[in-house]
């Protein structure tokens, strides 16, 4: 089953609170890449959803919150 690009961001964004609280894991098939792990879960994602994707991981890591509306 596909995801959806509101789905990949949910995902990002738990990824990357995990990459604040220090507990995350890399993708699947990836290896570790923490304090990253958001980052890398973003590069193994279709091209034309990572720049929404990042804007995600980027909200995280500098406000310390989950984005709204997602």
Request: proline share 3%; glycine share 6%; net charge negative.
């Given at each position: 089953m596909a995801i959806t690009i509101q789905e990949a961001k949910r995902t990002?964004?738990?990824?990357?609170?995990?990459?604040l609280?220090?507990?995350?894991e890399p993708p699947e098939g990836v290896e570790?890449?923490?304090p990253f792990n958001a980052v890398a879960y973003r590069k193994?994602?279709?091209?034309?959803?990572?720049?929404?994707?990042?804007?995600?991981?980027?909200?995280v890591y500098h406000h310390e919150q989950w984005p709204e509306g997602i």
């Open positions: 990002a964004a738990s990824i990357a609170v995990g990459d609280l220090g507990y995350s570790d890449n923490y193994t994602l279709p091209k034309e959803w990572q720049a929404e994707v990042e804007d995600v991981i980027v909200y």
